[in-house]
């Protein structure tokens, strides 16, 4: 089922950069095919499969801006006040049912159609009433407080893109013109694993070397949060045979077959050896910390599927990294979604860090307000890859690029916070 050419493009050199792991998953994937109708309701986080062209303009006519009195510019004296005989009162959502004469206006409410002839309106506040008339002041330019239609969308136009990821404002807008369907490609479906004979379900006895496995109930949020569904296949042990039957069975009917743990170069870590078993490994330890060692592979299903493999660490914060910087592309352009890049925005250092050239790496960060107002990022005390909480009790990672080697107090850094990397 994945849509990932299988070509030999395996990467054997020392770590991946994570900008060319980025251009390979690019250049390769393909969305899936299957295209469906959906409901404006089940529609957020669907990717469109077509462009929605506007059967409508919005607003369909024009229409107040404010609650006050629809005049014709024409008929307000250049200097000093003016009074105008109000003749009608139109309300949102009625049409007016007279047309405004020289010396005369319309009382008007907030999304109601302008009256013929009227071109501007003044506002409650800025008139007074005296009897059946208003009085206005003079300066008010044509045009003001009037909303013309399609300033918004004209009708015909492309108001969402194929290719778009729908989130709730998106949603509206197609509503807003009147849709009840849209044009989506299917929900990629993504296989989950967690590896490790060190592994048990949480609820279960816990022998005293064990841990509670955390890592597919990250994942599945993660892939949730993402429109894609997911299956939880269990934990596998450290086993090859086993590994590679589960592992390829999850191929015939899944998209994407997404493992924790086991791709280490230790001798329990067999899942590298068992995806070379069913398919054709794309890279392997890609420069990233946390979570230096990722595979990605393209499998083959015993009834003639195939999908996109991806391994991940088995430390819950490496899950979580590599995530968001490998998984999240290649699952968003399965989708059909092109991802946007991850702009990092500027925050102050509030703590000394020292790392390697060539490979990026990922700090958590709480941020914190500075008395001088502006915003200081303080590190997280440690830095282990088991260590969950250092996610729950931050806000977000400072991003430092291959070339950085240190960071000192006040530095501008480069802060991604964590809604914007799992949204």
């Not at 493992?259 to 995806?275: P, Y």
């Not at 250092?390 to 080697?405: A, N, Q």
Request: with cysteine; hydrophobic share 45%; proline share 6%.
């Amino acid at each position: 089922m994945a849509q990932l050419t299988d070509d030999c493009f395996a990467f054997s050199g020392p770590l991946l950069p994570i900008a060319d792991a980025e251009r390979m998953i690019a250049e390769r994937v393909r969305p899936v095919a299957e295209v469906e109708d959906v409901t404006l309701h089940a529609a957020r986080g669907r990717v469109l499969a077509d462009d929605i062209v506007a059967p409508i303009s919005l607003p369909p006519f024009d229409n107040s801006a404010v609650d006050g009195y629809a005049v014709c510019h024409a008929d307000v004296a250049p200097t000093g006040e003016t009074r105008l005989n109000v003749i009608e009162r139109v309300m949102a959502g009625h049409a007016p049912a007279r047309v405004p004469g020289a010396g005369e206006a319309v009382r008007i409410f907030t999304g109601a159609p302008m009256p013929a002839r009227a071109n501007m309106v003044f506002m409650q506040e800025d008139v007074r009433l005296d009897g059946s008339h208003v009085v206005v002041p003079s300066g008010l330019k044509p045009g003001a407080n009037r909303r013309l239609a399609g300033e918004d969308v004209r009708a015909g136009s492309v108001i969402l893109a194929a290719g778009r990821r729908l989130d709730e404002l998106g949603v509206a807008l197609a509503a807003a013109v009147g849709l009840t369907r849209l044009s989506a490609r299917r929900r990629v479906k993504v296989a989950v694993f967690s590896t490790g004979d060190e592994i048990v379900e949480a609820g279960a006895v816990r022998p005293g070397p064990a841990l509670y496995d955390a890592n597919r109930y990250l994942l599945a949020g993660l892939i949730d949060r993402l429109g894609a569904l997911s299956t939880d296949l269990g934990i596998l042990p450290d086993d090859k045979e086993s590994l590679s039957r589960a592992i390829a069975g999850a191929a015939d009917n899944h998209d994407l077959v997404l493992t924790s743990g086991g791709v280490s170069t230790g001798e329990a870590d067999h899942v590298r050896t068992a995806v070379e078993s069913i398919g054709r490994l794309v890279f392997w330890r890609v420069g990233i910390k946390p979570g230096r060692p990722v595979a990605m592979a393209v499998i083959r299903g015993p009834d003639g599927g195939s999908a996109a493999f991806i391994g991940l660490p088995g430390n819950p914060v490496a899950v979580f990294v590599t995530f968001v910087r490998v998984v999240r592309p290649l699952l968003l352009r399965l989708a059909g979604a092109d991802p946007a890049g991850l702009m990092a925005l500027p925050v102050r250092a509030a703590f000394k860090y020292r790392k390697r050239t060539g490979r990026r790496e990922y700090v958590r960060v709480k941020l914190v307000r500075a008395p001088d107002g502006g915003t200081d990022a303080h590190k997280f005390a440690q830095d282990g890859a088991g260590v969950l909480t250092s996610l729950t009790e931050t806000d977000g990672l400072i991003e430092l690029m291959e070339d950085v080697t240190t960071v000192a107090p006040g530095d501008t850094v480069g802060f991604l916070s964590y809604a914007t990397l799992v949204g």
